[in-house]
């Protein structure tokens, strides 16, 4: 009979664990233990010599376990597991995005260097790129939806620093406007400017499609990066980012992980074995829902504009680029109600369904003002010109039922406009 080929989802189940190893387990234990005894002493110094790079471990050389901040067995199941959603060759998962992010920048940019980034991206990200990068002497300049290939070369001319260019850093969908961007034109400027000597590395920030809905290694992009916390965890429960590549670039910064320590606990990559199995599930119906959540604001007289995929005019000039790089228009929504920062807290301020708290990608819906919550801090002038405004509400769509959450927005649009108090701090909800 032929070789059967699993789908990623029923590889979730399975894939990198025998039950024979844990007394018969069905599930992964966890593996709470700070270091592993060797076999030998010559094991050690073999596992101890791969892991800090000093040499290559041989094609028929059994990864081995050192020392939880190096590797786990949850660690290191969850990462082969994630890797079949991206067809990638490593992965190396972290205790936040934020230490995924970071990480990558840290290992792909040294002072003098240059970095060219998409705009807008989340606040965080923002924040690391303008107030830390330039500490350490590496300069930053951007580049958005609208700029072409020769757009993003003559930006990176100007700067005088061409042969500088370490790095194209792309966030797409962009939180929280999901404007996207197109990779395979960061793939042909990163080759552009790049010598076999130097090459320019391509990450991308895939945290809004998650890993069902959109490939950027097959796209161009020599790493795709997540904030785990988000459709991979999916139930509010854990914070970890993930980062995946070839196995090149994978090693160096699995190398720097090590040292900086941000690595996944055990504790926190069981929980992500858990959210695995359910991710398929979890995300299409998540997207189902938003579909018709997207299409019922975009008719609400009291909503300016929404800003979601699905909604794209097959006219429009993104919608060539949306079909060639994604395969749904994921759950996120984003629009501007009618009004400003008061119209805009009186719809949050009223939600019984929704949750008003920050992050995205979970069960639960999730809504939030951008402007002063998830990217405070980035400059007034960038987000204005960001579209990131005082009006702009970002909706995170969960699994629940979708008549019930129409009937949540619907009820909390209707008392936008009226004199009514806003609720009190750690007010209890009843829905």
């Known amino acids: 009979m032929k070789a059967h080929k699993y789908s990623p989802e029923s590889l979730m189940m399975s894939l990198g664990y025998k039950p024979e190893w844990s007394e018969g387990a069905i599930k992964t234990p966890i593996f709470q233990t700070s270091t ?79 970095l060219l980034y998409s705009s807008p991206v989340y606040g965080g990200t923002d924040h690391f790129i303008h107030h830390f990068l330039p500490k350490i002497g590496v300069e930053v300049i951007s580049f958005g939806p609208d700029h072409n290939l020769r757009d993003l070369i003559d ?52 945290t809004y499609m998650g890993p069902l809905w ?60 858990r959210s695995l199995e359910t991710l398929k599930i979890r995300m299409e119906q998540q997207m189902k829902n938003a579909r018709k959540v997207a299409k019922h604001l975009n008719k609400h007289p009291k909503v300016e504009k929404v800003y979601y995929l699905g909604l794209l005019d097959p006219k429009h000039k993104m919608y060539k680029l949306y079909k060639k790089q994604y395969s749904a228009p994921g759950a996120m929504i984003s629009f501007d109600i009618k009004g400003g920062e008061k119209e805009a807290f009186q719809f949050l301020n009223n939600l019984k369904l929704f949750k008003l708290a920050v992050s995205l990608g979970s069960t639960e ?53 009226q004199d009514i108090q806003p609720r009190q701090f750690n007010q209890l909800l009843e829905v």
């Open 36 to 114: 592993f005894v060797f076999k030998t002493a010559e094991e050690g110094k073999a596992l101890f010599e791969a892991a800090y790079g000093l040499k290559t471990a041989k094609k028929d050389q059994e990864p081995g376990l050192i020392y939880s901040r190096i590797n786990n067995p949850n660690l290191e199941i969850l990462e082969n597991r994630l890797c079949v959603w991206d067809d990638a060759e490593d992965c190396a998962v972290f205790e936040s995005g934020m230490s995924a992010i970071s990480t990558v920048f840290l290992e792909c940019l040294k002072p003098g260097d240059l």
């Open 214 to 273: 959109s490939q950027p290694l097959q796209l161009g992009a020599d790493l795709v990066i997540y904030s785990a916390t988000k459709y991979i965890g999916g139930h509010s429960d854990l914070i970890a980012g993930a980062v995946l590549g070839n196995n090149e670039i994978m090693k160096r910064v699995k190398i720097l992980r090590t040292f900086l320590g941000n690595m996944a606990s055990p504790n926190t990559c069981w929980l992500m074995l």
């Open 365 to 417: 819906g999730l809504a939030q003002h951008p402007a002063t919550m998830t990217h405070a801090g980035v400059d007034p002038l960038s987000k204005h010109e960001m579209g990131i405004t005082d009006k702009l509400v970002r909706l995170s769509i969960g699994i629940e039922n979708v008549k019930d959450i129409l009937w949540d927005i619907d009820q909390a649009l209707e008392k936008v406009g």
């Open 155 to 206: 930006l990176v001319n100007k700067t005088g620093k061409a042969e500088r260019l370490a790095m194209i850093y792309a966030e797409t969908p962009a939180n929280p406007t999901n404007a996207i961007i197109d990779i395979e034109i960061c793939r042909e400027a990163a080759d552009f400017f790049g010598t076999e000597e130097k090459k320019v590395a391509v990450a991308v920030d895939n």
